[in-house]
């Protein structure tokens, strides 16, 4: 552990005086040339158990911080982690901003109100015109992307269906126990349930070509970010995706939920079948607050349930 200590007080004081002579300096993945955020960098070195190195080097006088993740016989030395600087000649042509990755989708298919196949343009241009929304199903879902197909529902049926479903999945989940679970994380590190006794938890289930569960994930950081000096309180995000396609999904996505992969089974378990889903779970492992699918402000809505939730008496 000293070791350790020793090795991370160096880091950061590189880093500080790095700081004194750049106000910011640019992330990216080793090999990579499109530049992260460095909340992006803390969600992939929090899946990897931190299991990370960071290099040092200078492109056209800009201090670049390259993260690194580690393998085989390194990663396994983890508490005895090095941190480098080493120097290399200017690059050009390298992009900047947070690239945005596209849904990992294969493949797209159309249907209209009965079921047939239909042009993609013709789809869209019903959805459109108001009277119309869509439905969608994954199917063949692996780490190299899912097929999905969607359907047009008149708008009226649609908004019906919704609320109908939306309802009847609170209704099953609301006052039910947490079912005891035991999966891994982006790392491949396990987690059991039973390390929650006696915390707040907040679940939310999602998967990476889910593109709602994406767009909310930077208010969720903000209900992160809210409860970070509460101990009592832990944020996980069960995904239906493998290890290596979440690995890769963190890096050009921040999201600062304790991310544990290939959740099928929880799933199944607790019969999900719309996402996003969020639950919170009091400190008896019951579940007091179900908020289904995306919505706008959801960091509000669950800062107030969270609230709602610590202060009721057991």
């Known amino acids: 552990m000293k070791s350790k200590s020793i090795y991370f007080l160096i880091f950061l004081l590189i880093f500080t005086i790095e700081m004194f002579a750049q106000t910011s300096p640019l992330f990216r993945m080793k090999n990579s040339k499109k530049y992260i955020t460095k909340a992006q960098v803390d969600s992939i070195a929090k899946a990897n158990d931190n299991k990370v190195t960071y290099n040092f080097t200078k492109e056209d006088g800009v201090q670049v911080v390259e993260v690194e993740l580690m393998k ?5 030395a983890a508490g005895n982690q090095t941190f480098t600087r080493t120097s290399s000649a200017p690059r050009t042509g390298d992009s900047t901003g947070t690239a945005m990755t596209k849904p990992l989708i294969r493949q797209k298919s159309y249907k209209d109100e009965a079921g047939k196949d239909m042009p993609p ?5 019903k959805v459109k015109s108001g009277k119309y929304a869509s439905r969608y199903s994954i199917d063949n879902m692996s780490p190299e992307g899912s097929d999905v197909t969607y359907y047009l529902v008149p708008k009226e049926e649609a908004e019906r269906n919704q609320a109908t479903s939306h309802q009847e999945a609170k209704d099953n989940l609301l006052n039910v126990r947490l079912p005891e679970f035991k999966l891994v994380t982006a790392a491949g590190k396990e987690f059991k349930s039973s390390s929650l006794a006696g915390k707040i938890v907040v679940l939310n289930f999602w998967f990476t070509g889910c593109v709602p569960c994406r767009i909310e994930m930077p208010s969720l950081n903000k209900v992160v970010e809210h409860y970070k000096d509460r101990n009592d309180v832990v944020f996980l995000a069960p995904a239906l995706d493998k290890p290596d396609a979440l690995t890769r999904f963190l890096e050009k996505h921040a999201f600062n939920y304790q991310i544990l992969a290939e959740s099928k089974e929880l799933n199944d378990q607790l019969k999900l079948g719309i996402y996003p889903t969020h639950l919170i779970v009091d400190k008896s492992g019951i579940i007091r607050s179900v ?6 402000e959801i960091d509000k809505s669950l800062i107030a349930s969270i609230n709602k939730v610590s202060e009721a008496k057991p």
């Open 72 to 76: 085989g016989n390194d990663a396994a």
């Open 121 to 125: 343009a013709e789809f869209k241009e």
């Open 291 to 296: 908020h289904i699918g995306a919505t706008e």
